[in-house]
């Protein structure tokens, strides 16, 4: 299936490793050109090297926070200059702290607001305008299952990927007639650095081990077993593709069929 991607210009923030990178790699093997960003200097560079040696497209890496404001200004800006334009953005970010109610302070609530949300507002006004003119976009926010089936535990990640969803789905009936499709991807449970964090908080809480906390996921899930980070890419570069162009609202899991609710 040709995805109708070659040539375009795709930014992936938080891409250096995990869900952000399988992204880049995917869209990157359908020929888009590639703006990735992250907070780690060698991380991201190493990926970019990798994705433009085996890829054989243009990579631009920026060192950048996408909670900070400055950050998400470094990163369109470079984009510009580098490609006069945005075709596809992925917003994307690491997961704020675990833990109940009580344990989070204002100052970590402000901080989740910048991170999830923030974020990919920021990234989408910052190339809304350019996609509008030329009658041609797509806008892929990364949330979580957590936003269909609150997982305990991510009061945080619960409550603001639900406020990502929210202005994402009211975004999409805004820029449809531009063209443009907006859509969010809900991963579940799927091996990256993020799950083994999650699997060590949940085993303290639970005085399990971060092995039992993994094998207790797993037998949540239907499929039996956690998903790939390719596995999750391959629905991203499908919603990014000119063959996606009618699908727009929308929140997709790849749960291996975790939720249970009907729609």
Known sequence: MDFGIRGKVALVSASSRGLGRAIAEELAAEGANLVVCARGDEALRKTATEIRERSKVDVVEVVADVSDPAGLDRVASAALDKFGRVDILVTNSGGPPSGPFESLSPEMWTAAVAQLLNSAVGLARAVLPGMKERRWGRVLNVTSIAVKQPVDGLMLSNSLRAAVTGFARTLATEV????????????????????????????????????????????????????????????????????????????????????????
């Open 176 to 263: 449809a007639p531009f063209n443009i499709t907006v859509n969010n991807l809900m991963p579940g449970y799927t091996r990256t650095d993020r799950m083994d964090q999650l699997a060590r908080a949940a085993g303290e809480r639970s005085g399990i081990s971060a092995k039992d906390a993994f094998a207790k996921w797993e037998k949540e899930i239907p499929m039996g077993r956690l998903g790939e980070p390719r596995e999750f890419a391959a629905l991203a570069a499908f919603l990014a593709s000119e063959r996606a162009s009618y699908i727009t609202g929308s929140s997709i899991a790849v749960d291996g069929g975790w939720i249970r609710s009907l729609l």
